[in-house]
């Protein structure tokens, strides 16, 4: 069992589409990361959230922290096919860091 | 200045035979943790040291060990290897524990692994 749950596994849009991904858990996290990863290269951070309620833009990318610390969204605006890869959550649990299996989005052009 | 580097990227073996993977992590970086991805598993925590120390470890069996240098490079052995050890093994480096950059992890592009 994971103990970050994400949703869905597998998703396929097209070019300009709005996406939401979801990361759930039955635990608080202090703070919960999402990665990018791209075949063949390892996974590359792109926000950590701290605080419960917490939005953060990355240009089309949104985050959320949820306000009990214990789910977090990531929102893609007009995905483009550069999108594409395996998003994973990320949160610290005592003193480790735990994934979920995450989500692999496909942005066809 | 230059990432994370792994080695070998790509290793065949097969069942009973043992491997050793590298890590070299970012100048300045201390702390190294390594995970096992797999299709179905997702990325699982392996161990993670910090000053020729293990500090955490995760849930495998002592087939699974690692070690880290006085110059911050890792490595870790997989002895009596299995068909399920397959996997795409990741190293990944930050600051030291408790720092500002802690939370901070930068992978390298993995040492993939297939057991024949």
């Known amino acids: 069992t994971q103990l970050l749950e994400q949703s869905p596994q597998f998703l396929s849009i097209q070019e300009g589409e709005n996406l939401t991904v979801y990361c759930n858990s039955s635990s608080v996290f202090s703070s919960l990361q999402w990665y990018r990863q791209e075949p063949g290269e390892g996974p590359v951070l792109l926000v950590t959230v701290v605080t419960g309620g917490e939005v953060k833009k990355l240009k089309r990318l949104t985050f959320q922290f949820g306000d009990a610390r214990k789910d977090s969204s990531l929102h893609i605006t007009a995905a483009q096919p550069g999108d594409t890869g395996l998003y994973l959550c990320a949160g610290r649990y005592g003193n480790k860091l735990v994934f979920g299996a995450g989500t692999i989005l496909r942005v066809k052009s | 200045k230059a990432g994370v580097t792994q080695t070998p990227r790509y290793l065949i073996k097969t069942r009973g035979q043992q491997v050793t993977l590298s890590c070299s992590p970012i100048s300045g970086h201390r702390s190294v943790s390594w995970y096992q991805q797999t299709p179905g598993q997702g990325l699982q925590f392996l161990f993670e040291y910090f000053s020729e120390t293990q500090r955490n470890k995760g849930n495998f069996p002592g087939r699974f060990s690692g070690r880290q240098f006085s110059n911050s490079r890792s490595e870790m052995n997989v002895s009596t290897l299995e068909l399920g050890d397959s996997a795409l093994y990741l190293c990944?480096?930050?600051?030291?524990?408790?720092?500002?950059?802690?939370?901070?992890?930068?992978f390298g592009a993995g040492s993939r692994l297939t057991v024949l």
């Open positions: 990944a480096s930050s600051l030291e524990p408790g720092s500002a950059g802690a939370n901070v992890l930068t």
